[in-house]
């Protein structure tokens, strides 16, 4: 990232849809969870619908602006698969996590029983140990998150799929699937903001580890064996940090690779031009 992006309103529009996308998100989930005065505690079923119908919302509001990534764990499949850089990655989990904190807290206060907080927290069952719930976490996050990387390689062949629909409904199962076990919590700033505001932290590290693992593992195996741009030559690039996106050109054209970095080369040229 240069300094002139970083000066950018755009840029500044994407760290402001971060925050406020998650302050959603996180906000709609835990309200979700919370049983109303009087009430037995409803199971998934109501967090699972709320966040995949919140998902869908999210992404046709800001899906233009950030992405809607609202969740460290894809920001960070994003990153090891080299789809954003280090610093925009970083300013994007401080917004989630910020936004987060500011969702929960703003639920919290508007409690009528403040005891009712302690739904807000993703915690580890007593007949699972840490393990357990943290396999749960990675299996609800690897699907969620390859649905994610499914439904961006589709869009760019133009394919005419509801793909925001896709990614809602992944949401929703990994909830159903995971709820009981885990929390199913499948995104570290959710599992974050709770815990600042009620204090609970045992075994918060379940819910920043599982996700992560899950996430990257769901963004590696769709983009370097799965993906229609899938090849050796790829995920060589990747850990080499060469230009993915040459390589990427070049076995979706069926190109030459000097044609298509003589092409790169030449379109950079030119955008350095048009800014000077």
């Known amino acids: 990232m240069t300094w002139s992006e970083l000066r950018s309103r755009q840029f500044w529009r994407a760290i402001l849809a971060e925050l406020l996308g998650t302050l959603v998100l996180v906000s709609a ?3 979700a969870s919370v049983p109303g005065p009087g009430e037995a505690p409803g199971g998934p079923l109501y967090p699972a619908v709320a966040v995949g119908v919140v998902i869908v919302s999210l992404a046709h509001c800001f899906g233009e602006i950030s992405g809607a990534q609202v969740n ?3 920001t960070l499949s994003l990153l090891a698969t080299r789809k954003i850089e280090f610093l925009r990655a970083l300013v994007y989990i401080t917004a989630q996590c910020l936004g987060a904190s500011l969702g929960a807290g703003a639920l919290y206060l508007a409690l009528p029983l403040k005891t009712t907080a302690d739904h807000f927290v993703n915690r580890v069952p007593m007949e699972l140990n840490a393990a357990q719930a943290l396999g749960i976490e ?16 589709q869009r760019r062949r133009e394919c005419t799929e509801p793909g925001n629909l896709a990614i809602g409904l ?24 709770p815990a600042i505001i009620t204090g609970f932290w045992e075994n918060h590290w379940v819910y920043w580890l599982g996700p992560v ?61 048009e800014n000077n």
């Not at 699907?143 to 961006?152: A, C, G, P």
């Not at 693992?213 to 850990?239: M, T, W």
């Not at 990427?248 to 690779?257: C, F, H, N, R, V």
């Open 170 to 193: 992944a949401h929703t199962a990994g909830v159903l699937i995971g709820a009981r076990f885990s929390g199913a919590g499948m995104n570290p700033a959710r599992a974050l903001g």
């Open 29 to 31: 989930v835990l309200g």
């Open 72 to 74: 460290p764990a894809v």
């Open 213 to 273: 693992i899950g996430g990257i593992l769901a963004g590696v195996s769709h983009e370097f064996f799965f993906a229609r741009s899938a090849s050796r030559q790829k995920l060589v690039a990747c850990l080499t940090c060469k230009d993915i996106e040459i390589v990427e050109t070049t076995s979706m054209t069926g190109s030459s690779l000097s044609t298509v970095t003589q092409n790169a080369m030449r379109a950079k040229q030119a955008n350095k031009q």
């Open 138 to 153: 990675v299996l609800c996050t690897f699907q969620m998150v390859f649905t994610v990387f499914s439904v961006e390689d």
